[in-house]
């Protein structure tokens, strides 16, 4: 994609995601109808529709052309990444939305021939939206964040994890996980993936690993933290696919060969 469409196509996203992240700010203190999808805790809301809506509908006017995919049905059928596909998730950390009406964020990732160009997390509540241009840098509204340093030791890393991998679980043994947490030097839950990744890319943790999550949930904090240097992987060191859920591990890539030949080899089932 050459930079002139790069940045029509960011500034149009940047007013689209700033104008969501009001809507939502506005009615933040409206009741809920809060539904469930794939199980209990499995939470929407009319907010994540209206917001998916209102983001689909702004790009489908101005770029008929271009792909939707994303979490709440108003997207496109996508079977592959070619051509302009936006990857959206209109809340992330739908639970947080509705318990704590904050700690969520809306996600963009927009590619071109699977290449992630630009890419945007938006802390509504906090009113702090990350961006990335590839080969442009990553900024925190209109600050840029700095590359990793080159050098970390797995010791002394901040990683980003939940509950689930402490226990038994289908995907890696929780021994493992427990050995890693002992020989890290913090970990850390927020309950949105999209704002965890664009923590790793803000250096305030160094690696964020996901069992099985979806496209939208990270397709716009991988093209952030990959733009100030992390690296991406699934959690045997393969490439992530952005077409179905997949394991993840975004980290420093000072850290990113011991993390994954010295513990999650080790205990993946
Ligand atoms: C969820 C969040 C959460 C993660 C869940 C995701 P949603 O996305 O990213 O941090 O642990 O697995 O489904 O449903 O709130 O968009
Ligand atoms: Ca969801
Ligand atoms: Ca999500
Ligand atoms: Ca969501």
New binding site residues.
Partial sequence: MDAELRGKIYQDAKEWILNAGRNIREAINDPLVVETKAHAN???TEV?RETEYFLVTHIRDTYPTHKVFS?EGYGDDIQSLDGIVWII?????????VKQRKN?AISIGIFHEGIGEIGFVYDVMSDILYSAKKGEGAYKNDEKLQSLEPNLALGEAILGF?HKWLCQNDVIDEKVVQQLVSNIRGSR????????LAYVSEGIIDGYL?M???P??IAGGMILANEVGAVTTNLTGGPVTLLSNDSTVTCHPAIQTELIKDYLEKGIK
Avoid: H, R
């Fill in positions: 499995d939470l929407v994540d979490e998730d209109p809340i992330d950390g739908t639970m947080n939305f969520f939940n839950a927020y309950g949105s993936a999209a704002l965890k996901t099985n999550l979806a939208w949930d």
